[in-house]
């Protein structure tokens, strides 16, 4: 089993940064970050799997395509969430979560082990 711990949610304003980590108890396949508002359901934000030491793969979803980018750290068991240009609908808890094999993919049913969570709050 893996324990995951998401950190660095914050409160920030409309056009500012953030930077969220995911550190896992052991070495991870596919990691996402998801995130969820009041109200809505659990959504993918970013999906990043690894294959080789110097090759990964990442994917993300449009409404953040070109404002966050997924890293990841293998010496750390740590995948890393840079988002830039932060929007007041970006607001919510963000949640990080692996599955035990490549490909990512972006239902909630096709990851296993969850974080607890990180609060992210954008003010205009």
């Known amino acids: 089993q893996v324990q995951l711990v998401e950190s660095g949610g914050g409160l920030v304003q409309a056009g500012d940064s953030l930077r969220l980590s995911c550190a896992a108890s052991g070495r991870t396949f596919t990691v996402g970050w998801f995130r969820q508002a009041p109200g809505n359901v659990r959504g993918f934000v970013a999906g990043?799997?690894?294959?080789?030491?110097?090759?990964?793969?990442?994917r993300y979803a449009d409404s953040v395509k070109g404002r966050f980018t997924i890293s990841r750290d293998n010496a750390k068991n740590t995948v890393y969430l840079q988002m830039n240009n932060l929007k007041p609908e970006d607001t919510a808890v963000y949640y990080c979560a692996t599955r035990m094999s490549t490909g990512i993919y972006t239902g909630v049913n096709d990851y296993a082990y969850w974080g607890q969570g990180t609060q992210v709050t954008v003010s205009s």
């Open positions: 990043i799997t690894w294959t080789y030491a110097t090759y990964t793969n990442t």
